[in-house]
């Protein structure tokens, strides 16, 4: 009974908030093209240069690429934009993912990229080593796959976010989810969350987190459902510390047309983050 009253609330709240959570704005008076990595290998070939901006910051610095088959290799093309980069960063390199825009000559292309130097480089602009910049379609080197975490900034920086998520069935939905605390990315997470949340608090702080286990049904076994519970498993590092939990997530929609959100407020409460 208990569980059917809390059902009931939810589907009012989703009722009022069916429409997406992040109402505001935010076009850039410009076409952004989500391109395939394919067509992107051709119109950025290697030695290829161009502008690279971040979604957040709006900061802009110059880049070229340098190697790459299955997505771009790049380095800064001088210190003053390796400067730029970092700052983007908070001043510290990381793995973390942005959103960013890829502009050349007249077009702005949807990618995304990390903030780590690594391997080699060549060009002498105080980076030591290249970065990584994925397009819808680019894959990983390790993994000959494409990147959830890369996929999403993808999204993001072609305003596809909300498509995606109604696009999603519930057990993706919380893959993206903990991707998306992963990125410590508050617009991806509340793309997917039932309830407007303040998520500084609880992800600035998280260095990593990973689903460990997610028991999954037949998608043709929620078509209908309306409301869904979800066991998983998460493991996750806080200020060096080690977390565990183990339970539920919970996910409503009004109806079988409308997206998926999950139930923040709970998942919260439940495992401490």
Not at 69 to 89: C, F, G, W
Not at 204 to 213: A, F, M, T, V, Y
Not at 219 to 233: F, R
């Amino acid at each position: 009974m208990r569980f059917v009253i809390t059902v009931i609330l939810i589907t009012i709240t989703l009722f009022i908030n069916c429409s997406n959570v992040l109402a505001k704005d935010e076009s850039l008076g410009v076409p952004i093209q989500m391109l395939h990595w394919e067509e992107v290998d051709k119109i950025l070939p290697k030695y290829s240069k161009f502008t690279i901006m971040d979604m957040e910051t709006g900061k802009m610095f110059q880049v070229q690429r340098r190697a790459g088959n299955r997505h771009a290799d790049v380095q800064p093309l001088t210190s003053k934009d390796t400067k730029i980069m970092k700052e983007i960063y908070g001043d510290k390199w990381s793995w973390k993912r942005r959103a960013i825009f890829v502009m050349h000559h007249n077009q702005w292309i949807a990618a995304s990229m990390h903030g780590m130097p690594h391997g080699a480089g060549a060009l002498d602009n105080d980076f030591p080593g290249h970065f990584c910049i994925h397009f819808y379609g680019s894959m990983t080197h390790r993994t000959n796959s494409m990147d959830l975490s890369h996929n999403l900034m993808i999204f993001k920086a072609a305003g596809k976010l909300e498509e995606y998520v109604t696009s999603a069935d519930p057990f993706e939905l919380i893959n993206a989810y903990v991707t998306g605390i992963k990125q410590q990315d508050p617009r991806i997470i509340s793309t997917m969350s039932l309830q407007q949340i303040d998520w500084k608090n609880h992800i600035e702080s998280i260095e990593n987190i990973k689903l460990k286990r997610i028991s999954t049904l037949p998608v043709e076994d929620v078509v209908n459902k309306l409301s869904l519970q979800v066991p998983v498993e998460i493991e996750w590092i806080s200020n060096s510390e080690k977390k565990y939990f183990k339970g539920d997530i919970y996910l409503f929609r009004f109806s079988p047309a409308d997206a998926w959100k999950i139930d923040s407020s709970r998942f919260l409460k439940d495992s401490g983050i």
